[in-house]
């Protein structure tokens, strides 16, 4: 297994405060991904980054940043959480992008009330 | 933009049997297709992907899956299923962002109840 944390796994929150999920990868891949998985949706692509610094949008980014200060992690903030924002979030890496097989971490389930 | 159609949300299943899962895609330009897998509580994990040759493309766990560019489909198959291949199917086609960048683009996914 690509070795990719994401913490929290849980995380309950209230409307209007501030959230930071944190991935973490051991295989030093260029690219990483962040994810929402919503029923009748599928995975949509929040944000992505081809590099240290590099990032840059996906098709739902409304609402959402990221940072990536090392090759390791790429963070997820949610400035201010909304109840839309309630969804399942997976980070994926890959080598290269495009054609590229993208390796997924075990998600992180946040609920916003 | 290209887009992805999984038809079945759900496709039950007796152990054994054969299945198949629809996949449809649009797009005007060549494409490449992937098969994910999820298992419950888990990621997302690649089955098989299309990428160019042959049509017919081979992934882990049995599962196979053809490319018909006339049809624009890409259906998964797999003989005989165990009770373990219970999990949820994506299909996903590669798309160009105004960036250059190529991102997936996932259907909704078909849920595969495998029962004995």
């Known amino acids: 297994d690509a070795g990719i944390t994401q913490s929290p796994r849980h995380k309950v929150t209230e409307t209007g405060t501030p959230v930071t999920l944190r991935c973490h990868q051991t295989?030093?891949?260029?690219?990483m991904y962040w994810y929402r998985q919503d029923p009748g949706h599928g995975l949509r692509l929040i944000h992505y980054?081809?590099?240290?610094?590099?990032?840059d949008k996906g098709e739902v980014s409304d609402g959402y940043s990221v940072s990536r200060s090392k090759t390791e992690d790429f963070l997820l903030t949610l400035e201010s959480a909304t109840s839309s924002q309630t969804s399942v979030y997976f980070c994926a890496i890959s080598r290269e992008g495009g054609a590229d097989t993208q390796y997924f971490g075990p998600g992180t389930r946040l609920t916003v009330l | 933009a290209q887009s992805v159609t999984q038809l079945d949300s759900q496709v039950p299943v007796f152990e054994e049997a054969p299945v198949e899962l629809r996949c449809n895609y649009s797009s005007s330009v060549s494409v490449y297709l992937f098969w994910y897998v999820q298992y419950p509580n888990q990621g997302l994990q690649l089955l098989l992907k299309y990428l160019s040759g042959s049509t017919l493309v081979k992934g882990i766990n049995g599962f196979e899956a053809e490319f018909n560019k006339s049809q624009t489909s890409f259906h998964l198959r797999k003989p005989s299923v165990h009770i373990s291949d219970t999990a949820e199917y994506f299909c996903?086609?590669?798309?160009?962002?105004?960036?250059?960048?190529?991102?997936?683009?996932f259907g909704t996914g078909t849920r595969l109840l495998v029962s004995p």
């Open positions: 295989e030093n891949h260029r690219y």
């Open positions: 996903a086609v590669s798309a160009h962002m105004n960036t250059g960048f190529q991102k997936l683009v």
């Open positions: 980054s081809y590099g240290v610094k590099d990032t």
